[in-house]
Nanobody, 118 residues
Framework: QVQLVESGGGLVQAGGSLTLACAGSGKIFRLLVMAWYRQAPGKQRELVAA???????TYADSAKGRFTISRDHRKNTMYLQMNNLNPEDTAVYYC????????????WGQGTQVIVSS
């Protein structure tokens, strides 16, 4: 079982950039799907972006053109490069890894807070 730990959150001004990292305790290549989710106060957790171990990616409409998800299997780390951030991106961002999206046995990280000030 691969444990996941996020890092890289923080406070940034609108228009700024942040890169989140999700480090795996083992070989993340074994995780067929890894993803970033986020949950804003009072809202449901939502998918931001996902990437397969074969390199296929998908993005929420809100992330398209601004965010980039990537996986570095040599470093056992997944990243989310976020550009042109706006206050609506403020949320706790969670790392996910499993056999598919919606895998009941998937691993989740503990979350990292992103706050975008206007």
């Amino acid at each position: 079982q691969v444990q996941l730990v996020e890092s890289g959150g923080g406070l940034v001004q609108a228009g700024g950039s942040l890169t989140l990292a999700c480090a795996g305790s083992g070989k993340i290549f074994r995780l067929l799907v890894m993803a970033w989710y986020r949950q804003a106060p009072g809202k449901q957790r939502e998918l931001v972006a996902a990437a397969t171990n074969g390199g296929r990616t998908t993005y929420a409409d809100s992330a398209k053109g601004r965010f980039t998800i990537s996986r570095d299997h040599r470093k056992n780390t997944m990243y989310l490069q976020m550009n042109n951030l706006n206050p609506e991106d403020t949320a706790v961002y969670y790392c996910y890894g499993g056999g598919s999206l919606g895998d009941p046995e998937a691993e989740w990280g503990q979350g990292t807070q992103v706050i975008v000030s206007s």
